[in-house]
C-alpha cells in the first residue's frame, strides 16, 4: 500500500506540474486569452458542429479566426460564422477559399449587457469546485480505500446540480445571482455480495453569489443530513449517528486566466447533531486547465486541489486531488465528461464516519462545465 501511494503522490504531481507549466506558458504569451488556446477551443468546436473534411482553422491572430472551407457556401457558411462569432474572444471569422482569396469576413455580433434581471438564466457566475468532495455534480467513480478497517474496494455515485434561478445587474458593473443546489453523494461496498449501500449524504443549498470580471463572490446557506443504507446496518456492528447540520459558507473564486483559478472561504455550522460537533471550517484550491488539447483537439489536461481545514479535526488538513483528462468534443446537458484520477487524504467525508481518517486512490467519470 506505501509503495501504491507513493507512485500515486508522484505521478498525480508530474500531471499537475506539467498542467501548471503549460498554462504558465500560455498566461506569459496572452494574459487574457491566448490565441493557442483559442485556436485548440475554435478546433474543438468546429470537429463538434461540422464535418472536418469541410472546414479547418487556418489560424489565430489577436482573435481573428481564419478558415479554410472551399467547400462551403450560403447557409452552411453562415451556420459556420454564426457558431464561431458565439465563441468568448473571437474578434471576427475570416474565411478563405482554396486560393486565399477572402470569402467573408465576420465581426461577432455585439452580446447584449444583461442590464435586465431575468429568470433562468444560462451557466453560473460562480464555477463548480472540481476537487471538492461534496460539491453537488454528477459522478460515478470507483476507490480503494487504503487501510480501511471496514472498507476496500468502494464505488461512489454523486446525483447533483447548480441551478441558476435568477440573474441581474449589479454594483461596479457586475451581476448577481441567486439558484439552488442539490446533491446525493452515496457510497457502497463493492466487496459484498450485493454491493452494499453504506452511506448516502443528502445536500440542499441556497447559494447567493456577486460577480466582477474573473472575481467572484458566493455566500450559502445549506442543510447536510446522513442516511446509513439498510444492508449495513444489518450487519449488527454499527452504532448509528444521526450527523445532521445546517450551516453558511462564503468563497472568494479569482479566474487570474482561462487556465488558472484559486478560491478561498469558509464556514460555520449551527443546528448541529451531534451537538458537541465542532462549528468552524475552512476551505481553499487552486484548478488548472491546459491551453492545449491533444488527441486532434478532443481531450484538454485538467488538474484541481482541494484544501479543507476542520476545526472538528483539530484544523489538520483534508487533502483532495483530481487530475485527467476533459472530452471537448462530448457534451450531456450543456457539460462536458472528464475522466478524472482521484487521491484523498484526511477527515471522512461519508456521513457517521468522519470521526475517522480516511486515504483513498480512484478513478472516476464526471460532468464538468
Known amino acids: 500500500m506505501k509503495r501504491l501511494r507513493i507512485l500515486f503522490l508522484r505521478y498525480g504531481a508530474l500531471v499537475a506540474a506539467c498542467v501548471l507549466t503549460l498554462a504558465g506558458s500560455a498566461h506569459g504569451e496572452q494574459p487574457h486569452r491566448g490565441d493557442r488556446f483559442l485556436e485548440g477551443y475554435v478546433t474543438a468546436v468546429l470537429a463538434r458542429e461540422f464535418p472536418l473534411d469541410k472546414v479547418s482553422v487556418v489560424e489565430v491572430r489577436d482573435g481573428m479566426v481564419t478558415l479554410s472551407a472551399p467547400a462551403l457556401r450560403g447557409t452552411e457558411l453562415d451556420r459556420v460564422t454564426a457558431v464561431l462569432t458565439d465563441v ?16 467573408t469576413v465576420s465581426p461577432p455580433a455585439p452580446k447584449p449587457q444583461e442590464e435586465r434581471t431575468s429568470l433562468l438564466p444560462k451557466g453560473l457566475l460562480f464555477a463548480p469546485l472540481l476537487a471538492d468532495p461534496r460539491w453537488p455534480r454528477f459522478s460515478v467513480s470507483y476507490r480503494y480505500f487504503i487501510d480501511d478497517k471496514e472498507l476496500e474496494h468502494v464505488g461512489a455515485a454523486n446525483f447533483g446540480e447548480s441551478v441558476a434561478i435568477v440573474r441581474g445587474p449589479a454594483f461596479w458593473d457586475g451581476h448577481w445571482e441567486a439558484g439552488i443546489q442539490g446533491g446525493v453523494f452515496s457510497i457502497f461496498d463493492l466487496a459484498s455480495q450485493s454491493s452494499d449501500l453504506i452511506n448516502a449524504d443528502y ?24 442516511h446509513l443504507g439498510d444492508e449495513y446496518l444489518l450487519r449488527g ?73 476542520h476545526e472538528e479535526n483539530n484544523w489538520n488538513a483534508d487533502v483532495s486531488l483530481r487530475a485527467g483528462l476533459q472530452w471537448e468534443s462530448l457534451r450531456v446537458v450543456d457539460r462536458k465528461i472528464a475522466l478524472m484520477f482521484e487521491y484523498y487524504d484526511g477527515r471522512n467525508p461519508n456521513g457517521q464516519f468522519y470521526t475517522r481518517s480516511l486515504e483513498y486512490v480512484g478513478i472516476g467519470f464526471y460532468l464538468t462545465l
Do not use: C
Not at 88 to 103: F, L, P, Q, S
Not at 263 to 269: D, E, M, P, Q
Open 88 to 103: 468568448d474572444g473571437v474578434a471576427g471569422v475570416k474565411v478563405v477559399d482554396g486560393e486565399n482569396t477572402v470569402v
Open 237 to 309: 456492528d454499527t452504532n448509528r449517528v444521526n450527523l445532521s447540520y445546517e450551516a453558511v459558507d462564503l468563497k472568494l473564486s479569482e479566474q487570474l486566466s482561462d487556465t488558472l483559478r484559486f478560491y478561498g472561504g469558509g464556514g460555520y455550522l449551527f443546528h448541529r447533531e451531534p451537538s458537541d460537533l465542532e462549528p468552524w471550517f475552512t476551505q481553499a484550491g487552486l484548478e488548472l486547465k491546459s491551453p492545449w488539447t491533444i488527441f486532434s483537439n478532443r481531450l484538454r489536461p485538467l488538474a484541481a486541489l482541494d484544501l479543507q481545514n
Open 203 to 226: 445536500l440542499i443549498a441556497f447559494p447567493a453569489t456577486y460577480r466582477h470580471g474573473g472575481l467572484a463572490f458566493m455566500t450559502r446557506l445549506f442543510h447536510q443530513s446522513s
